[in-house]
């Protein structure tokens, strides 16, 4: 049954994957297209959510999230300092650009894990499930609230950071090991919770509000509601997939096995061939082809990781090769060196 789980993890982050390039492939498109912009308001609604759930869900030790943290830190530094070096000033080194404000969250959620995670060896009281349930309805609340403080915003990534926080609380408290098949009928459940946000106020939602990047500006109080809703809707659709992803491995699940890397690298590579007049109907496949292209030319990476990161990865892009070893999901015959 592990090997299964495994199984479903690589298959799910894969989806994700190609969501994160799909959305950033027709973004440009979406004022032209009411088809494009209801699918990048889908995609937005639960991509990054349940990537952020996949990355609370894969911290369980202390060293681990000290790692993550540092190692998180690090690479947001070493790729957005050339690009505010290079920018004229058009970039600032705390204004993460574009995609990678989620390696500077993800290195304040891992230490956040590590603390959270010292304070319940030291006071077992706290693995109370009443407490964790009180401590995610703190941060939903947290996250609603962040968007009336005038000076949070996009700077070190702070809206974003609070705003999705109970996603990355959720994944750390829920055992890794959970039976999600037999919970489909509350996946059917999200599922109806999400359609119903979406074609009963959806309209009332401003597609930037998805991006949970930015204050409410006028929208006041409302925009507390709002916000609500799009995180209610987040997390039904996030439960759908996860109870109704394949959990046997397939063909292309080796494709899910280490997602960092074509989360990173994407961009360049989008912003390329956005510049093409491609047609709408081929941008799904043109994605398709870009996650495979990177997920071949990065595979020089995995043995590297297998030695200088120890038995397995430990954010939610990355994977788990130990994991995907049990899942019987074959690597390439350099990983298996």
Known sequence: MIGKREARYCNLKLLLTFLVVYGHMIEKRIGQSPGLLAQYRWIYAVHMPLFVFLSGLFLKEETRCL??????????????????????????????????????????????????????????????????????????????????????????????????????????????????RRLRLLGLGGLALAAAGFFLRGREIPTALFYQAEGYGGLGAQGAALRLLTLLMGAGLSLFLLTFVPERRLPFSKLGTDTMGCYLLHAPLVLALRAIPLPDWSLGVVSMGVVCVLYKALQWRLPLYAVTEGRERDDGLSGNLSGVRRAGVPLSPEAQR
């Open 67 to 180: 790692r993550q943290g540092r190692r998180m830190l690090l690479l947001y530094l070493c790729l957005q300092a050339p690009i505010a070096l290079f920018s004229g000033g058009g970039v600032s080194l705390w204004r993460p650009y574009w995609h990678l404000w989620y390696l500077l969250s993800l290195s304040c959620w891992s230490y956040l894990a590590w603390l959270w995670l010292r304070l319940e060896r030291r006071f077992p009281r706290l693995r109370s499930s009443w407490v964790r349930v009180g401590l995610v309805v703190w941060a939903l609340g947290a996250a609603c609230g962040v968007g009336f403080v005038p000076w949070v915003g996009r700077g070190l990534s702070l809206s974003r950071t609070v705003v999705f926080l109970p996603f990355f609380l959720c994944g750390l408290f829920c055992p890794r090991e959970l039976p999600w």
